[in-house]
């Protein structure tokens, strides 16, 4: 059976007389999607012979741990990827325009917002580390990636030890630099004690949505009872410590976050802090109880927010509607092309 966690990767490759530097250096070939035989000194060589014999099946092995089963490109240059996991369950990840890749981190979710079409799924389990990873193994061999973002299906902190394992290990092997692993939440207590104590220290994405609490319980129905005052003061802290402002994602949903009383607590929220803002228009879910607003008004608020002192980015591809679109994909299975 395929592995699913980094943990039984390690414990095969002791098995095997892996030493830490053939570790390191297969993770890299794996993650890195680069040919076992390049170079001058193909790696091969210096193997304990057991391992030397068990390659081929093992890299089969871990080629196999998320395997690509349709692809659904959009015009905009990024592609939506379901790949299917050993016993069956399928998760989406999304290649996005120059080099970021977009991955999940649950087999549905907890959190079940309102204007997701995974939070409809609740939680059905976990994605292992090797799982996280082999997302992107799997990515690289279609096209070169340099950036990930956790923001596809699920709630990283809800899934924290396998999430901060994968980004420790795409920090390192995975050739990724540091501020383009991007941890997305939409806050939690265990995010802000952990998130700074590993060596490789990512990015953080805070999914706000409104400034408003009731409001947010309502959308976001079981996410932690935190304040978004609160929530802005650590997610902020944190961003100072690491040098990357924070990402501040908020679904536009017409009628309901897009108003002046949002603007004010944003402009509240915001001041003096080092944050940006990603205004993304809901993405029409059939089922689900929102609009998306018109372009004229999304385009409106973004330039008064950004006359207000907020740095705003108005999103408007497919592609980088992850949050909100994520779980289309596995929802509808089909039209799909399948590989
Ligand atoms: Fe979970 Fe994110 Fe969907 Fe909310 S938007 S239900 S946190 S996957």
Known sequence: MSPTSLAEIDATLQRLGARPEHRSRLLRHWLQAIPLDRGRNPLAHYLPKALHEALPSLMAEWQGVAALHAREPSEDGSERLLLRLHDGQSVEAVLLPRGGLCISSQVGCAVGCGFCMTGTLGLIRQV?????????????????????????????????????????TLGTEGGIGHKNLVFSTVGDERVFERLGR???KPALALSLHTTQPALREQLLPRAPRLSPEWLMTQACDYARRTGYPLQVQW???EGVNDGDDEVEGLVRLFQGQPAMLNLIPFNTVPGLPFQRPSWDACRDLARRLHARGILTKLRDSAGQDVEGGCGQLRARLQPVRVV
């Open 251 to 253: 679904t536009l949903l």
């Open 198 to 200: 590993g060596a490789v």
């Open 128 to 168: 292992g580390s090797a799982e996280l990873l082999a997302q992107v193994a799997t990515a690289r061999t279609l096209r070169a990636v340099n950036k990930v973002v956790f923001m596809g299906m699920g709630e990283p902190a809800h899934n924290l030890d396998a999430v901060l394992a994968a980004i420790d």
